[in-house]
Antibody, heavy 125, light 110 residues
Framework: QITLTESGPTLVKPTETLTLTCTFS??????????VGWIRQPPGKALEWLAI???????GYSPSLQSRLTITKDTPKNQVVLTMTNMDSVDTATYFC?????????????????WGQGILVTVSS | QSALTQPRSVSGSLGQSVTISCTGT?????????VSWYQQHPGKVPQLLIY???KRPSGVPARFSGSKFGNTASLTISGLQAEDEVDYYC??????????FGGGTRLTVL
C-alpha cells in the first residue's frame, strides 16, 4: 500500500524559504522508473507542477520557478524534500507530493497514481 | 511555459457524452504520447483517470477515454452521471524532465 504524507510549516513570512518534506511508504525511490513530484494548487485555482525527482536522481523543475526550487531525495529515509526560496503571497497554496511510476512504465509519463493529502501553506506577514 | 489550454467549463446532459480538450504545442502535447488526465472533487486529492493519452488505470470506468490529434489531447466522458460534475485537468510531458498541467475544466451535468 502506497502512502505519501506532506509535512512542513503552514505559515511562512514573505521572503522566507519554505521547506516541505514528503514521507512515503510502500515503494522505494531506488526502483527504476519511479519518481516523486510536487504539485501545488492555490485556493480555487488550477494545479501547477513544481518539480520531480527520479529514482536515478534526475530532476526536473518548472521553468518559471526553477531559480527558486530545489528537490532532493533521501532514499533510505523514504523522503523527498522541496525547498522554495523567497516566498510571496502568490505562493499561498496547497502543496501535494505524488508518486509517479508503476502504472506507466515510461518515466516521462506524468502518471501520478498516488497523492498525499496535501498541506496548505499560507504566506503572510 | 504557459499552462496547457483547457476550456474553463463544459456541460452535457445526463447520459450523454462530453469532450474536454487540452491544447498545447509540439513541445509538449504534440511531441510526446505522455498525456494524463485527472479528476478532482472539491477539496479532494486529484485522481488519475487516463495516462499515456488513452490508457485507463484499473478501476477507472470504460466510459472515460482519451485521445490525441496533433497538439490537442481530449478526454471524452460518455454516459454522463451526476457525480461527474467536478474538475478535470490534463498534464503532459514537456521535455527535459519537465511537466505541465492544463488550466482545468469544470464539468456541469445538466
Amino acid at each position: 500500500q502506497i502512502t505519501l504524507t506532506e509535512s512542513g510549516p503552514t505559515l511562512v513570512k514573505p521572503t522566507e524559504t519554505l521547506t516541505l518534506t514528503c514521507t512515503f511508504s510502500g515503494f522505494s525511490l531506488s526502483t527504476g522508473g519511479v519518481g516523486v513530484g510536487w504539485i501545488r494548487q492555490p485556493p480555487g485555482k488550477a494545479l501547477e507542477w513544481l518539480a520531480i525527482v527520479y529514482w536515478d536522481n534526475d530532476k526536473g523543475y518548472s521553468p518559471s520557478l526553477q531559480s527558486r526550487l530545489t528537490i532532493t531525495k533521501d532514499t533510505p529515509k523514504n523522503q523527498v524534500v522541496l525547498t522554495m526560496t523567497n516566498m510571496d503571497s502568490v505562493d499561498t497554496a496547497t502543496y501535494f507530493c505524488a508518486h509517479r511510476g508503476g502504472t506507466s512504465g515510461s518515466w516521462q509519463s506524468p502518471t501520478f497514481d498516488y497523492w498525499g493529502q496535501g498541506i496548505l501553506v499560507t504566506v503572510s506577514s | 511555459q504557459s499552462a496547457l489550454t483547457q476550456p474553463r467549463s463544459v456541460s452535457g446532459s445526463l447520459g450523454q457524452s462530453v469532450t474536454i480538450s487540452c491544447t498545447g504545442t509540439n513541445s509538449d502535447v504534440g511531441g510526446y504520447d505522455y498525456v494524463s488526465w485527472y479528476q478532482q472533487h472539491p477539496g479532494k486529492v486529484p485522481q488519475l483517470l487516463i495516462y499515456d493519452v488513452n490508457k485507463r488505470p484499473s478501476g477507472v470506468p470504460a466510459r472515460f477515454s482519451g485521445s490525441k490529434f496533433g497538439n490537442t489531447a481530449s478526454l471524452t466522458i460518455s454516459g454522463l452521471q451526476a457525480e461527474d460534475e467536478v474538475d478535470y485537468y490534463c498534464c503532459s510531458y514537456a521535455g527535459r524532465f519537465t511537466l505541465i498541467f492544463g488550466g482545468g475544466t469544470r464539468l456541469t451535468v445538466l
